[in-house]
């Protein structure tokens, strides 16, 4: 071996945590993070999702104290799911003043005002046969689940959410939900749009948590077929022409070229769903000692960030706080 070969010595910088911590490249910090949260009518609810260990729904004076925690974390925001008590086939509750999730926005930002709160804004947990937008004749009609949509982004908007986060992959959601809300004299709630989700095998403890699996069919009608990636950027380049603030790519794990790609082509901020499904694969292994949690979770939200995500979100967020400040 010549000393020529060995003049780069990458290991130099690689010696101790000290020159380790100087040139890492991706930064990870709580703020990047948002925590899904579902509520459920009642009080003192705490229903612990089996699929989900760790995640429990929880009626809105339980989240309280959740969203407080999520505040003194450093976090970056939450992101609500409602359950309502009564599904219909239209999905009524999810633009009713007084439904699950307005009730719930009102109520943790009148507790705990400097918390930022997305409403995650889809019919799929309102409507009795649970899919993403009303049916006719068998399928989901577009153009009438848009309107309804609308109407939803508002009702949360005048509750006091922060932005809204269309999640049905209708055609012209963002659009829709954009007039809606100039209309209403929401210019300033930004939509961050679930632009590029695919129909994934990972939600699949989602669906206990947020009781919405579909009466009839799937939903591959309107979520994306995961080999699909030139379809991604249409799908995308849709969402920023209607008005889209950010982009989502869900699921995380099985997508990360997805995110990567979508870092490079748009100048918006994008964000990434680690899903319920990545979330029980590794609590199923760590409760089997198979796998250091801690470990597995913080070099998976470092790995979303270095593909390029801004954002991630995470049933992990408390715990990754808590990992990130050593508390
Ligand atoms: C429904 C919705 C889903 C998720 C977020 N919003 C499930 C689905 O489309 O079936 C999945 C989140 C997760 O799995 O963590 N609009
Ligand atoms: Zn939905």
């Given at each position: 071996?010549?000393?020529?070969?060995?003049?780069?010595?990458?290991?130099?910088?690689?010696?101790?945590?000290?020159?380790?911590?100087?040139?890492?490249?991706?930064r990870l910090?709580?703020?990047h993070?948002?925590?899904?949260?579902?509520?459920?009518?009642?009080?003192d609810?705490?229903?612990?999702?089996i699929?989900m260990?760790?995640?429990?729904?929880?009626?809105?004076?339980?989240?309280?104290?959740?969203?407080?925690?999520?505040l003194?974390?450093?976090?970056?925001g939450?992101i609500l799911f409602?359950?309502?008590?009564?599904?219909?086939?239209?999905?009524?509750?999810?633009?009713?003043?007084?439904?699950?999730?307005?009730?719930?926005?009102r109520?943790?930002?009148?507790?705990?005002?400097?918390l930022?709160?997305?409403?995650?804004?889809?019919?799929?947990?309102?409507?009795?046969h649970?899919?993403?937008?009303?049916?006719d004749g068998?399928?989901?009609d577009?153009?009438?689940?848009?309107?309804?949509l609308?109407?939803?982004?508002?009702?949360?908007?005048r509750?006091?959410?922060?932005?809204?986060?269309?999640?049905?992959?209708?055609?012209?959601?963002?659009?829709?939900?954009?007039?809606?809300?100039?209309?209403?004299?929401?210019?300033?709630?930004?939509?961050m749009?679930?632009?590029?989700?695919?129909?994934?095998?990972?939600?699949?403890?989602?669906?206990?948590?947020?009781?919405?699996?579909?009466?009839?069919?799937?939903?591959?009608?309107?979520?994306?077929?995961p080999?699909?990636?030139?379809?991604?950027?249409?799908?995308?380049?849709?969402?920023?022409?209607?008005?889209?603030?950010?982009?989502?790519?869900?699921?995380g794990?099985?997508?990360?070229?997805?995110?990567?790609?979508?870092?490079?082509r748009?100048d918006?901020?994008v964000?990434?769903?680690?899903?319920?499904?990545?979330?029980?694969?590794?609590?199923?292994?760590?409760?089997?000692?198979?796998?250091?949690?801690?470990?597995?979770v913080?070099?998976?939200?470092?790995?979303?960030?270095?593909?390029?995500?801004?954002?991630?979100?995470?049933?992990?967020?408390?715990?990754?706080?808590?990992?990130?400040?050593?508390?």
């Amino acid at each position: 071996m010549t000393t020529d070969l060995l003049l780069h010595r990458p290991r130099r910088l690689r010696r101790n945590p000290a020159i380790r911590r100087m040139t890492r490249e991706t930064r990870l910090g709580p703020e990047h993070l948002i925590l899904p949260l579902f509520l459920v009518p009642g009080r003192d609810v705490v229903k612990p999702v089996i699929s989900m260990p760790g995640v429990a729904q929880l009626s809105i004076d339980r989240a309280i104290p959740v969203a407080r925690e999520a505040l003194a974390s450093g976090l970056g925001g939450i992101i609500l799911f409602g359950i309502p008590e009564r599904k219909d086939s239209v999905g009524s509750d999810a633009c009713d003043p007084n439904g699950i999730v307005q009730r719930a926005i009102r109520a943790i930002k009148e507790a705990v005002p400097e918390l930022y709160v997305i409403a995650d804004t889809c019919l799929c947990e309102y409507t009795d046969h649970a899919h993403c937008g009303v049916i006719d004749g068998g399928e989901v009609d577009n153009d009438k689940t848009l309107q309804i949509l609308g109407q939803v982004a508002i009702s949360c908007a005048r509750a006091g959410v922060d932005m809204v986060a269309p999640s049905g992959m209708m055609d012209g959601m963002v659009g829709a939900i954009r007039a809606a809300l100039d209309g209403d004299g929401h210019a300033g709630i930004p939509i961050m749009s679930y632009a590029v989700k695919y129909a994934s095998a990972y939600y699949g403890p989602f669906r206990d948590a947020a009781e919405n699996t579909p009466a009839f069919g799937d939903r591959r009608a309107y979520q994306m077929d995961p080999a699909n990636r030139r379809e991604a950027f249409r799908e995308a380049l849709l969402d920023v022409e209607q008005g889209a603030d950010l982009l989502m790519v869900k699921p995380g794990l099985a997508y990360m070229d997805i995110v990567r790609d979508m870092r490079e082509r748009f100048d918006l901020p994008v964000a990434v769903y680690n899903v319920s499904g990545e979330y029980a694969m590794v609590k199923a292994a760590a409760a089997n000692g198979w796998i250091d949690e801690e470990r597995v979770v913080m070099e998976t939200l470092t790995g979303f960030r270095r593909a390029g995500a801004d954002l991630i979100l995470t049933y992990h967020a408390l715990d990754a706080a808590r990992w990130m400040t050593g508390q």
